[in-house]
C-alpha cells in the first residue's frame, strides 16, 4: 500500500469518524435476526463486517500504538479475523452464519470501545509516530469502505432469501428512467499506455508496478448496457445458445436453470426484480445489472462485441476521464440510466462494476508487504476476474481509474454490469 | 389419535395457558440473534419453533372454528407450515436458516394474538362444538410440548457451536452427583404381553393398535449406564474396533472421526462436556448422554449386553411401573445419577429416551387419520429407532410407558441414553 | 451357519463343481470390458466377483486345510477381499472400479488354480477334519450362489448404462404371456407361529433363534402385483402424489425425478423396460419387478392394502407350503406371469423377492459367529428391509421358506416386486 | 486454424499413416479391461480416446468428403463426440467409464474401417477438393497427436490407481541420471517482441493474432527446477506453510493432504514415485514432474524467484531458439535430466509442459471459425492457465514455440513441471 503522510491529525479524524459513520447507517434499517445469517458462502452476517471493520483497528492500530490498550474481549480477536484459518476443535465447529453470539448490541459497544480507544490515540500520539500509524490507519479506513460495499451486496442478498420480500428502503425518485440514451461507440487509439498508480496518495498494492502495455486501437461504448437490450439477448433465447457461452459459463447455466439475472423474477409474464426498495418492474433503460462474467461475455458474443481488457479500459478513463459517478453518496444505491442529454462515455465510474476479460494477476514486479497485511490481495490472484469503476454500493472516496476489483467469474451478487468495446 | 372429551372448558383453558407459557420460558434466556439459526439441518431455528407451534392452532383451531377469524398475517402459514414442500421460486429459495423475517418480536406479537382468540373461541363456544374441537386442541398442545423439547435440544446445539461456550442457564446444586449406584440385572419373566395404549386420555395413533406380543425371559438393568462406564469403553478402545459396530455406525464414526459423546472436548487430558450450564467436567455417576443408536449399540456388544427391544421395555414398565422421573418440570434440563439409597428399577422414565433395538414400525391395524393430521406419525415410518421413556427436556405430563419416540440411527443431538438387557 | 456334515466327498465335490461352473455361465456372454466396471456403488464389477468368491476358498478352505499350499498371488488377499475397510495409502487409493488388473483372464486362471486345489484337498481330506471343513465349504458356496444373483442383477445394470442396448442373451418362448391371473386375498389364520429354521441343513445365522411370534388373520394375495396393476397406479399420479408415500420415499421420488419402476423408458407414448433380452415392450401380466421398497409401500398404500411383514410371509409359507418356482435353473433370468390354470398361492417362491414391512433386525438370542465368518449378516442388521422367497436369479437350492434376504428400502436394481396383504 | 495446402497427396497418406499407427502403439501394452475406465473426471477410458479421434476423421472428412459414405455404425457418433451434451434418458444414463461396449476390437475395426476409407478418399479426390480438405485432414491429425499426449498420461494415471503397479514398459537406460546440472538465470533483454504464429504450417487459432508485447528485461533459469530441489522446499516444510501459496492452492493442499508431487509414495522413508515403468526410487536429478501450478507457483515463491508469463517464455524462446526436446519419438515417456555438459537454455522443448502465470485468453482480434470446429478453443479461454514447450509426451512435430497448451491450476496427471524467472 502506498500513502503520502502529510494528513493532519484532524483531517483523519473526521475522515475516520465520517466512514466509521458511515457503515452504522447501513446497518440501521436492519433486526438483529438480519445481521446473523448467511444464506450463501460468499455472503457474510452483517453483524460479521461490523465486528470485523473495528477489529482490524483493535489489531493494527490499538494494540501496537496505545500503550496498555487493553483488548475489548480476548475471544474477539479469533471469532472476527478472516484471515485465521485453523480447523476449529469438535465443540467449537463453528462457521459465521451460526455465530448468534456476541449479539448485535455487543457489537455496537465493541465500536464504539475502539472508536473512543482511536480518538484518544490520536489526541496523544506524537508526529514522528503518527507518521508511522497513518499508512495504516489509512488501510483500515480503505478496509471498512470495502466492507460497507460488501454490507450493501450482502444486505441485499440476504433480503432477497425472505419470502416477504422487505424492503431495505424505499425508492427514491431519481431512480425512475431517464429516458433512453443511444449506444455508441467511441475511438479509443492505439499504442502504448502507462498501467497503473502513480499518484501521492493511497493506493493498494495490486495497482502498483507501473508499466507500459501496448494497445491496439479499438471502439468503447458509450454507456453501461441496458435492461431493455440484455432482455433482447435473452427473448432471442441467448441463455440456451451454447455458441455465445464460455464451457464453464454453460456448465453453470445449465446446473442452476439460469435466464435471466439474478433477483429477476417473471410474474404474469413480467419481468420484476427484487431491489433494496423491495420487488419492483425491471426498467428498460437502467443498466442490467447482477450478471456474472459468463453472462457478461455470452452478451458481448451474441451483441457481435467483446469485453474490454482492463488494460483498454484504463486506457479510455486516461482518453475519456471520468468526472463522477453515481456512488454511495447519492444514498440511491441502484444503477441509474445513463443520461441522454449528455455525449461522451457515461457511467464509466459508479453504477456498477464493469467485467473485463483480464484476469487478476500481478503486475510486474509485484511484492507482498511482510506480515498479514501482505495477505491483502496477492493471495486471491487466481481464477478472478478484474472489474473496473465501482458501483452505486462504493465510495466516490474510494475509487480510482486504476482501481482493480476482482471476483470469480461466476460470482452475481455484486453490482456488476456489462461495457461493450468494439474491435 | 384417542382422547376423551371429558374435560371442562376452564381446565383446558388453564392446560394450554400453562403450556405455552413454558415455551416461552424456554426462550426467555435466548438473544433475537440466537433464535434465527440453523446450524444443522436436524436443528430448527427457536424463532420457528415458537411460530410454528402457534401456526398449528391458527390453522386447525381459530379458522375452522372461531366465525369471522381473520389470519395475522397472509404469509406466515407458508412460513410456519412444516409440510409445505413445494420448490420455492427463484427469489424465494429460503431455508429455514435465512429467515430472518419475521423478527422475533413479531412472533411473540403473533402467539399473543392467537392465543387471545383461542381464550375468545374458548369463551364463546357451545358444548357439542366444544368436544369436536378438544380433541383438535389437545393434539396442539401435545405438538407445543413435543416441539418444547426440541427447543431445549436445538438450542443447547445452537449455543455448542459457538466459541463462546455461552451459558443458558447456571447449574443448579441437585446436579451434583450422589454417588455411585452399582449396575444390578432385575428379572422380567417370558410370557404374552399386551402393548400399545389402553387407557382413556390422549395418545398418539402410532400407540394404538393393542395387541399381545410374546417376550422370552430376560433382565433388565436398573439404571442408565453412567459417563464412567461409557469411559471404561472409550478407554478400551471401543469407538476403534470394529467387532463392536454395525457396518454403518462404523463407517459414521470413521468419517466423523467420533471418539466420545456429542458435546464431550478433551482439554489437557481431561474430558469436558458442552451443557447448558456451559462447560463442565463430565460428572462420572450421570448418565452418559447424547449418544448415537450406533453408540449405544455397540457400548451393548462390548459390554456382552444387548438394548432391549420395545416390546421389552413396555414389559419392563408393566412389571415395574415408574412412578415419577427428572422431566423438564425439575427445570434441570441435565440427566441426574440414579439414587444409590433406592432399590429396584430406576430412570425408567425421565433423565433420557432410552435406545430401542426396535425400528419405528405400525403397530397391527395401524391406520392413518384423513386430512393434514393424518401426516403425523405414519410417514416416518422407515429407518428410524423406536426411543422410551422421555427425558429431563421432556413435560412429566406428556409421557406415558406406552409412548414411542422415534430417530434415525445416527442422531446424536437428542437427550438420549443406554438401557441394558441381558439375555 | 448351521449345518449337518452327513454329505459325502463326492456329493460335496459334485455340488462344487456344479456351483462353481455355474458361475461362470452366468459370465460367458461378457466382453473382458463389461467385467471391470462399476456404474453405481451398489453394483460390483463382475471380474470381482469371480475373484472375490474364489478369495473365500483360498482364505477359509485351502490355507487352513490344504497343508503347503501357496497362494496365488500374494495381493490377492488385498485385492479381493471385500472386508478390508482400511483407508488406502496414496498412489493405491483404488476403488473397485478402476481394478483394471488383473485381467479377466487372469481371474479364470486364479478360479482354475484355487478348483484344482480344493479337489485336491477333497481326495486327501481325513474324515474327522472332512467334518470340520464340510460347514466352511458349504458356507463358501451358499456365499458363491449369494454371489451369482449379483453377478445377474449387476449384469443388468451394467449393459442397462450403455446406450447400444446391448442383449445378454435372447429371451425364450417361455417368457411370453399366459394371460391373465385375477387377483384374488387367500386367508391366512392367526394364531402362534414358530419362526426361524428348524431343519438339519444349512442355514445362515440370521434364521436361527427360533421363536413363537404371534399372528393376527390376514389375508395374502394370490400371486405378485402385476406390470398392468402398476400401471394404474402410475397413471392414477401415484408416483406424484403424496398421500401414498413415506417421507422419504417421496424425498427420493422427487430428487430422482422418479415415475417408473428401474429400466422402464417411454418411447412414443409407449412402456418399455430394458432386460436381460435388450429393450422390449412392457408385458402386462409379468409381475411388476426393480421397484424399491418405498415403490411397494405406495403401491399398497393406493390399493388401500399393504405389505406382509416377514413373519406373516413365514406364516403363510406354512399354511400354503410352496413347491417349486421360476429360479435361475429355468434360465430364463425374467420373472413370469402367474399361471390362470392354477388356484392357491403362487410365485411364493421365485420370480421376485417380495419387500416385507420389516427391518433386517436379529431374532432372539442371535450370536455372531467368533472371527471374519461373524461378520457375515449382524453388523447389517440396522436401516435395511427383510424380502423373502428368493427371486429368478437365485437358485433353487438356495432358497428356503426361513431364508431372510435383507437391502436398503431405496434399492431398485435387485428382482424385487410386490405381494399384498389385507387385514 | 492457418494451413498452407502445397502438401501433396502421398505426403499427407504417409504422414496420416504414421501418426495413426502411433496411437495404436500406445495402446498396445494395454489389456482391453485398461481401456474401459475413468478413475477421475479428467481422465477418458482410452478407448474412448481410439474412437473418439477415428470419430473426427469420419465425421469431418469421410462423411462430408467421400461421396456414399455410410457410418460404420450409426450410434457411433453419438457414443463418441466429445462435444455433446445433452442430457441422456433415464436408460441410457451412461458416463464414459461405464461404456464397455463396443469392446476394444471393434474400436480396432472401426479405425481400420475409417482408415481405408481415407485412403480410397486420397486416392480419388481431385485437386480443388484436396486444397480444401487438407486443412481438416491437419487438424485432425494435430487433434490425434494431442490425444496421444492424453493417452499417455491417462494410461499412466489409469494404472497408477491400481495396487499391483503395473508396468507398462520396462526403463529405458538412457533414463538414468547424467549427474547434476547447475542452476543458473541467463538474460532476456526487455523490450518490444512479436507474440503469436507468424509461420505458413499448421497453428491452432488461439496462436494467431499475431501483436506486440512489451517484456521488462529478465531472468530465465537455464534448466527444469530438478526433484533435489524440489525435495529441499519439501523438507522446509514448504507444503505447510501459508506464506508460499496461493489461497485456493492452499485450501487443494489442505483439503486433499497433499505433501508432494503426484505419484509420489514415501516407504521405509524413502521417495519413491509411480511411473510408466512401475514404482521407482524418486531420481533427484530429474526434473520434478506432475505437479500443479500452485505447486509450481508456491515453489517459486519459497525460491524468491516466479514463474514466467507466458509472453516472457515466448520472448526467451526467440533469444535462445530451442533445436530438439525430449519428446515421444525418444520412446522414453519419462523426462530427463538436464546434460550437464551443455551450455545455455535447456529443456524448453520436451520433457515437460512448463506452467506459467498467464490465464488461457484470447490474443487480440481472436475469432472463432464457424461451426463444430469453432469450439475447439475458444470456449476453455476461463480459468485456465497456459503451458508451453510440450513434454515427453507430446510429439516433436506438434510443437512450436507459439503453442499454448492450457489446463486448470489445479491439474496434476499432466507432464509439467517448473521453469523460474528471476526479475
Given at each position: 500500500m502506498s500513502i503520502q503522510t502529510s494528513i493532519a491529525t484532524p483531517a483523519i479524524q473526521q475522515q475516520y469518524q465520517q466512514i466509521r459513520a458511515l457503515t452504522e447507517a447501513i446497518c440501521r434499517p436492519l433486526e438483529p435476526e438480519d445481521t446473523v445469517v448467511q444464506p450463501i458462502v460468499d455472503v457474510s452476517p452483517p453483524k460479521w463486517h461490523m465486528a470485523h471493520t473495528t477489529w482490524f483497528f483493535e489489531t493494527?492500530?490499538?494494540?501496537?500504538?496505545?500503550?496498555g490498550y487493553e483488548l475489548y474481549h480476548p475471544r474477539y480477536s479469533f471469532l472476527f479475523n478472516s484471515y485465521y484459518n485453523a480447523v476449529g476443535s469438535r465443540v467449537q465447529r463453528h462457521q459465521r452464519s451460526t455465530?448468534?453470539?456476541?449479539?448485535l448490541r455487543d457489537i455496537y459497544a465493541y465500536r464504539q470501545h475502539v472508536d473512543e480507544h482511536v480518538y484518544q490515540l490520536l489526541q496523544q500520539i506524537r508526529d514522528e509516530e503518527l507518521a508511522e500509524l497513518l499508512p495504516v490507519l489509512q488501510l483500515g479506513l480503505q478496509h471498512e469502505q470495502q466492507h460497507q460495499e460488501l454490507l450493501v451486496t450482502d444486505i441485499k442478498y440476504i433480503l432477497s432469501t425472505n419470502p416477504l420480500l422487505p424492503v431495505y428502503q424505499p425508492a427514491s425518485q431519481e431512480t425512475d428512467a431517464r429516458g433512453s440514451t443511444e449506444a455508441r461507440f467511441l475511438e479509443v487509439p492505439g499504442g502504448s499506455y502507462t498501467i497503473g498508480y502513480q499518484g501521492d496518495g493511497f493506493c493498494f498494492?495490486?495497482?502498483?508496478?507501473v508499466h507500459e502495455v501496448r494497445i491496439e486501437d479499438f471502439q468503447i461504448m458509450n454507456r453501461l448496457v441496458t435492461n431493455r437490450e440484455y432482455l433482447e439477448f435473452m427473448e432471442d433465447g441467448g441463455y440456451k445458445d451454447f455458441r455465445h457461452w464460455l464451457d464453464e459459463g454453460l456448465a453453470m447455466v445449465r446446473a442452476q436453470s439460469l435466464e435471466a439475472p439474478l433477483y429477476w423474477l417473471k410474474q404474469e409474464n413480467e419481468w420484476y426484480r427484487f431491489s433494496l426498495h423491495g420487488l419492483e418492474k425491471v426498467r428498460p433503460e437502467a443498466p442490467v445489472s447482477h450478471i456474472s462474467f459468463y453472462e457478461a461475455d455470452a452478451y458481448a458474443n451474441w451483441a457481435g462485441k467483446r469485453l474490454l481488457t482492463e488494460f483498454e479500459w484504463e486506457a479510455a478513463s486516461q482518453v475519456y476521464p471520468p468526472q463522477s459517478g453515481n456512488f454511495t453518496d447519492s444514498q440511491l444505491l441502484e444503477p441509474l440510466p445513463a443520461d441522454p442529454a449528455k455525449d461522451g462515455l457515461?457511467?464509466?465510474?459508479?453504477?456498477l462494476w464493469e467485467w473485463t476479460y483480464s484476469a487478476y494477476h500481478p503486475y510486474p514486479g509485484f511484492t507482498k508487504a511482510p506480515g498479514a497485511i501482505g495477505e491483502y490481495n496477492g493471495k486471491f490472484m487466481i481464477n478472478q476476474m478484474v472489474l473496473r469503476g465501482g458501483s452505486c454500493a462504493t465510495s466516490g472516496s474510494h475509487i480510482r481509474t486504476t482501481y482493480r476489483n476482482f471476483f470469480h467469474p461466476?460470482?452475481?451478487?455484486?453490482f456488476t454490469g456489462i461495457r461493450l468495446a468494439n474491435k
Open positions: 493494527f492500530v490499538l494494540t501496537p500504538y496505545l500503550s455465530l448468534t453470539r456476541p449479539p498494492d495490486n495497482e502498483l508496478g457515461q457511467q464509466l465510474y459508479g453504477d461466476d460470482k452475481r451478487w455484486q
